[in-house]
């Protein structure tokens, strides 16, 4: 190949841990946070949105949410793009 491909996106799915799950509501529904979507930016900074389930059960409306701005989550959301980026250099190409 002549010229490196073009990537469109590259984005992470990392798990809240219990300590750090917190709860937000959006459309009158509280909601608990437990995962968070985390997108590398074509800067190279970092994007991070949270999705949870309600805290009533049930599935809910899959929508995203603000990740608050606490060290630990800016922590895990660093930690989880670094534990991510060692994961693709080590591939080991089509299965």
Known sequence: MSSEPEVNALAINVAVPEALRWTDTRRG???TLTTLTVRLLPDGHLAAKAYGRPVGGGRGAYVSFPVP??????ALVA????RAGALWA???GLG
């Not at 701005?69 to 800016?74: G, H, Q, S, T, V």
């Not at 930690?79 to 670094?82: C, G, K, M, P, V």
């Open 90 to 92: 080590a591939h080991r």
């Open 29 to 31: 529904e509280e909601f």
């Open 69 to 74: 701005d606490k060290p630990e989550l800016a």
């Open 79 to 82: 930690e989880a793009a670094d």
